[in-house]
C-alpha cells in the first residue's frame, strides 16, 4: 500500500504499532516435478504453507532438475523449525543477457488471511554452478506486477556480486533478501507482491542454481489511523 505521509502522519502511525516476531510464511523446497525440465518455470505454488490463507507462484527461469539440490535443509540462513525435507531437486537460471526469461525467477506471495502482514525477508540458497554460470544476481520487488501494493516504483532489495563457483549436490549459500527495508513493506489483506531473482555476469550458459526459497513475516500489530487507510496517492 502506497502512503504518502508526512512526518507527522509517520509519527502517529508508529506510535500505535508494536512489533512481532517474524516467522516463515510459505516456502518452496522445490519437490521435484516428474521428470526435468529445460523451459520456464509455469506458476509453481509453494511446496508449503505454514500461515493459512497465504499462497503463492514462482514462474520463469530456465526450468527444474530433479536430483542435486542443496543439502542444508534450511531456507535460506532461517534456522528451523520450520525446515525444508527435500534435497533432490533445485531450479535454475542464466545470466547472460540472451533471454529475459532464462535470466530471472519471479516470485509471487499472495495474502488472503484477512490480515494485514509486515514482510521481513525472501530467503533462498544459490549457487554458481560452472565457471560459466551467474557470477551475480539481483533480487527487486516488482511495482507493476504488485498492483503497486509495496510502493510504485520497482526497487532493488539485495544485489550480489563475485561469486566463488560452489557447484551442485551441496550446501548451497545462504541469502535473506531484506524486504522490510522498503518504506512500506505491509502487505494488505487480498493483496500480492511480487519480486524477482535475477542472475548477472555469466560468461556462457551454465545456470545457477535455486532452492529453499521461502517468504518470512509477521502480522500486523496496531491499527491503521484512518488517514492511513484512505491514503493510496
Known sequence: MRRGLTAIITAVFLAGVGTAQA??????DYVPLPGNNNASIPNYAPDYIYVSGFSG??????????????????????????????????????????????????ISIVNNT??????????????RQFAG?????????IAS?????????????????????T???????????????????TLE???????RIV??????TGAGLIDNIAFSGSEFVGTLPATLVTDRS
Not at 525477508?121 to 544459490?126: C, G, H, I, Q, W
Not at 554460470?133 to 520487488?141: I, N
Not at 504488485?146 to 563457483?165: E, F, H, K, P, R
Open 23 to 28: 516467522a516463515t510464511l510459505i516456502g518452496w
Open 57 to 106: 507462484a514462482l514462474s520463469d527461469g530456465r526450468g527444474y532438475e530433479t536430483f542435486n539440490g542443496s543439502t542444508d535443509l534450511t531456507f535460506g540462513p532461517l534456522v528451523g523449525p520450520p525446515s525444508p525435507t527435500n534435497t533432490a531437486g533445485r531450479l535454475l537460471i542464466r545470466g547472460n543477457g540472451a533471454n529475459a526469461v532464462d535470466d530471472r525467477l519471479t
Open 114 to 127: 484477512g490480515s494485514a502482514y509486515d514482510l521481513d525477508a525472501l530467503v533462498f540458497d544459490f549457487s
Open 133 to 141: 554460470s551467474p557470477q551475480g544476481f539481483d533480487v527487486s520487488y
Open 145 to 165: 506486477l504488485s498492483g503497486n501494493c509495496l510502493g510504485a516504483s520497482d526497487a532493488t532489495i539485495l544485489s550480489v556480486s563475485g561469486l566463488a563457483q
Open 189 to 195: 489483506a487480498t493483496a500480492t507482491a511480487t519480486f
Open 199 to 204: 542472475g548477472r555476469d555469466a560468461t556462457g
Open 167 to 185: 557447484g551442485a549436490n551441496t550446501d548451497f549459500p545462504d541469502y535473506s533478501a531484506d524486504i522490510s527495508a522498503l518504506a512500506d513493506h
